[in-house]
């Protein structure tokens, strides 16, 4: 049986990626070295990018009060420890809609870890990572895609580079649309760019990933050249997001542009770039969609992020992207 007779009629979007638990301190500004300093409080909470993006994709298709009634199918695929981080991870992901039947629970690794310090005058965060269980994840894993296949995956750099490099030799294979969020940026071989539909970058991997200066990416008017030097790679759709500039876009079968961010307070920039992915792959596997209107909509989504703490607990249901 072929698997366009058994796939459902929603699109699935498979994440597939890190899961780490958050340990998160606010303080008032970040200290210096060898100094200490009170935080002003402390969170733990559910996190990765991984994480993050599944949980956006569950939470901006679909209302709280309604899981099963969502605009896609969203899967997680991952690994997580046999502990209690694992645990609460898994809780939180399931609890938004999220089929977890792709996450491995390993009995010799621990679950990931990110300890983040946040700037609450700024919003800005500083973060370290502990790979754990999510470096446990293996190319020979990927070598061919499940049935059904999903209509869009989603990658980022949080498992093994090799890992990431086999899923997209198999969705080109397979011929499944991949989104790229390259984070954090390490130098890729050109086979990571041939075919790929979507790539997501903020200015600092833009540098690392283009060999552009960041004088360069700061200057509007060199973005399309930035842009340019992906698309020469084999990239359909480029998306560069600059912070409280906006994102430029650029499709190398239709438009670009600069879409301006929009003015929020910033309370916590933590997941904000997740949340922007998330919303954006959603109204990509719409079918037909504009860009600059799937830009649009995945800046409203951050906007709503950025407003609030933590990580997938400051991301926005559905019902809320409209509201004030």
Known sequence: ???????????????????????????SRIPNGGETLHATSFKVGSGGKGGNQACACAKLSRKPDDLQNGSAIIKMIGAVGNDAHGSM?????????????????????????????????????????????????????????PLPLPSLIILQLEIPVSATLEILRAA??????????????????????????HLVVNETEAVILSGCSA???????KLPAVAEVFHGRGVKNVLLTLGGRGVFFSSSSSSSGLVKAKKV???????????????????????????????????????????KRGAQTSIPWANELNSP
């Open 89 to 145: 991870l898994l809780q939180d992901l399931q609890s938004t809609g999220i089929d977890t039947s792709g996450v491995a629970i390993k009995n010799d690794v621990e679950t990931g870890v990110a300890v983040i310090l946040v700037e609450e005058t700024s919003g800005e965060n500083r973060i370290l990572l502990s790979a754990g269980a999510n470096y446990s994840l293996t190319p020979t894993q990927f070598q061919a895609l």
């Open 265 to 307: 307070e910033v309370v916590d920039t933590t997941a904000a770039g997740d949340t922007f992915v998330g919303a954006y792959a959603l109204q990509v596997v719409k079918g037909d969609v504009d860009i600059k209107a799937a830009v649009l909509t995945a800046n409203a989504a951050a906007a709503k992020t950025i407003g």
């Open 215 to 221: 004088d360069e990416i700061e200057d509007d008017t």
């Open 1 to 27: 049986m072929s698997s366009q007779s058994i796939a459902p009629t929603l699109p699935i979007i498979a994440v597939i990626g890190s899961l780490n638990a958050d340990l998160t301190t606010y303080t």
């Open 172 to 197: 080109r294979t397979q011929n499944v649309e991949v989104l790229l969020n390259p984070a954090p940026a390490v130098e890729l071989p050109g086979e990571a760019y041939t075919g790929l539909a």
